[in-house]
């Protein structure tokens, strides 16, 4: 399950970001290594939208390995967006290893504003990125 079926209605298999397999089905691991394209940020809108159709709940575990910008098309991309939305009430933890200093801000500045459990780690924390979004 290195790459995830590619979700109905999404044709274009991304090239910058992958999902990994994880230790529950609830838990979505997302690697990013490259620069993030509109096809992309489909692609995991509609897999995260998928997840959240599937369970009440579900957790993200971003794993940045090497970040190379995005598209103007990838920062507006109409799944990804939807998806965002609504992962006010589907995402239940949500953690980004190896953010840029700019999105750890952001993802602070979000955590304070959203129900969503949010933590950022620096690259070489991601074993208790881990311990982190999988504690109880």
Not at 56 to 67: A, E, K, M, S, V
Not at 85 to 107: C, D, K, Q
Request: net charge negative; glycine share 6%.
């Amino acid at each position: 399950m290195s790459d995830a079926p590619l979700p109905s209605g999404i044709s274009d298999a991304p090239t910058a970001i992958r999902r990994l397999p994880g230790p529950r089905p609830d838990l979505l691991i997302f690697e990013v290594d490259a620069r993030i394209h509109t096809a992309d940020m489909a692609w995991m809108g509609a897999t995260v939208s998928q997840a959240m159709e599937a369970f009440d709940r579900i957790d993200i575990l971003l794993l940045i390995r090497r970040f190379e910008g995005a598209t103007p098309g990838a920062l507006f991309e109409p799944t990804a967006l939807k998806a965002e939305a609504a992962s006010i009430l589907g995402v239940r933890r949500y953690v980004v290893v190896g953010a840029p200093a700019w999105a750890e801000a952001a993802i602070t500045l979000g955590g304070w504003l959203s129900p969503v459990e949010s933590q950022t780690f620096d690259a070489a924390e991601e074993i208790q990125a881990r311990a982190w979004i999988d504690r109880p």
